[in-house]
């Protein structure tokens, strides 16, 4: 026997599997979870113009969709979901919230920028300003410094005369977000922010200002309403679901494949914890479709030892070697297996790239699983096999779920 081998084949087993089980509980706990799953609402928003005439941009409705995700912030709400759909749609989905109805309330009035003097007056209105009309560009010192465009250049000016040598403070909402100082008076209705600004900051009020200039007025398409209670009890009855059901796999796998099957058992269970890790680092959102494809993606790796160990044992039975076996039967079978795995990645690239919301999560998951199959339930398992007969030590063919006296001889 060569123990060199033997050491190392359980030394992998042994390392991976500690990792494993030392971290498997904070990378669960650590898993965001979605309405489905913890409670909470979903709506959909129509966006359109309040101003007649003016069109939806995809720069209005991304910056609108940052204002609501601003204000969800402001209220203390953790990580909410908002995003864009279409030409006109925007998702909302917040989970764990108590106070449903302010939070809606508060979602559904337009962002309201405004211009104000030292004393709180509103001096401007992001209605005063030209749409689009605010730039990003740079000074002679190659600072970032913004310029804006008002529809009523004796407004601008009377206001400037007015606040000359004092700030003139710019909010969304209630929020201030700059406080410029008003240098000179501006006769010509034309602009210019400029201070201590990282390009960003500047590109940030750049965008605001054109929303303010835009705003969008939000009407709901679509609400769902989640218990908090129903969310958790739908939890706890899929993860035991996919626990029982996961048992009985790996049970399966070694009653019928022996050792391969115990080689089987190590890499769903290393597959298992390598998608939870890149999972958590993703910040993903786990919800009910995702542990759909999470328990999916476990039977399409079964699926893969299935089709390499009955190939292994078909040439075994045939009077070839066990080491020659496990070679030709996992070269026959790779093919089968990429062929069946590719269909499912060409779909789960259609679904994520034509649906939405809680389709595209399963996509995602659907894609990490098949990727991550065959990394470790193809080749970890082959590497391991090979590892594991070279060494000597299993050389029975009964360990491999074959009979004497079903092998062949040459």
């Known amino acids: 026997m060569d123990f060199k081998r033997i050491l190392f084949f359980f030394l992998a087993i042994i390392v991976t599997l500690g990792v494993a089980a030392w971290t498997s509980p904070g990378l669960v706990k650590e898993i965001r979870l979605g309405l489905d799953l913890k409670g909470g609402f979903e709506i959909l928003y129509v966006a359109e113009p ?20 601003k204000r969800v912030d402001d209220q203390g709400i953790a990580e909410p979901e908002i995003t864009t759909e279409g030409k006109d749609r925007i ?12 939070v809606r309330a508060t ?15 509103k001096e401007l209105l992001g209605s005063d300003f030209v749409v689009g009309g605010a730039t990003l560009g740079f000074d002679e010192n190659n600072r970032p410094m913004i310029q804006v465009k008002v529809k009523e250049a004796e407004k601008l000016k009377q206001v400037t005369e007015k606040l000359q040598g004092k700030p003139l403070a710019i909010y969304l909402d209630d929020k201030e977000l700059s406080a410029p100082v008003v240098q000179s ?8 922010i400029s201070g201590n600004y ?27 309403v989640v218990g908090a209670s129903l969310g958790q009890l739908s939890l706890h009855q ?31 269970i290393t597959y298992t914890w390598l998608l939870l890790l890149i999972f958590d680092l993703m910040n993903a959102t786990l919800t009910l479709p995702g542990i759909a494809a999470f328990v999916l993606g476990i039977g399409m790796a079964v699926d893969a030892n299935i089709i390499t160990y009955e190939r292994v044992k ?45 389709i595209r999560g399963f996509a995602v998951i659907t894609i990490l699983s098949i990727v991550l199959s065959i990394l470790t ?10 590892l594991l007969i070279k060494s000597g030590m299993v050389k029975k063919t009964g360990y491999y779920g074959v009979k004497e006296a079903d092998i062949r001889e040459l």
Do not use: C, W
């Not at 005439?53 to 209005?60: I, L, M, R």
């Open 50 to 69: 309040i101003e007649a005439g003016q069109a939806v941009t995809t720069e209005s409705l991304n910056e609108t969709a940052r204002s609501l995700e």
């Open 377 to 386: 339930n193809v080749f970890l398992a082959r590497l391991m096999m090979l």
């Open 198 to 224: 990282t390009f960003d900051e500047a590109k940030s009020l750049t965008d605001t200002i054109n929303l303010g200039a835009l705003p969008l007025k939000l009407t709901e398409k679509y609400s769902q």
């Open 91 to 102: 998702r909302v989905r917040i989970a764990g919230v108590a106070n449903e109805e302010e």
């Open 185 to 192: 008076i501006i006769p010509n209705g034309i602009a210019t």
């Open 314 to 358: 078909e040439e075994i039975k045939s009077g070839k070697s066990l080491l020659s076996s496990m070679k030709a039967g996992s070269k026959h079978s790779f093919r089968t297996i990429m062929d069946a795995n590719v269909t499912s990645l060409i779909s789960a690239f259609v679904l994520y790239s034509f649906g939405t919301g809680a």
């Open 238 to 268: 899929t993860v035991e679901a996919g626990l029982i059901g996961s048992i009985i796999i790996l049970l399966f796998m070694v009653i019928f494949y022996r050792v391969p099957g115990l080689v089987a058992a190590f890499t769903l």
């Open 107 to 121: 979602l559904k009035k337009p962002a309201e920028l405004t211009f104000r003097g030292p004393d709180g007056t």
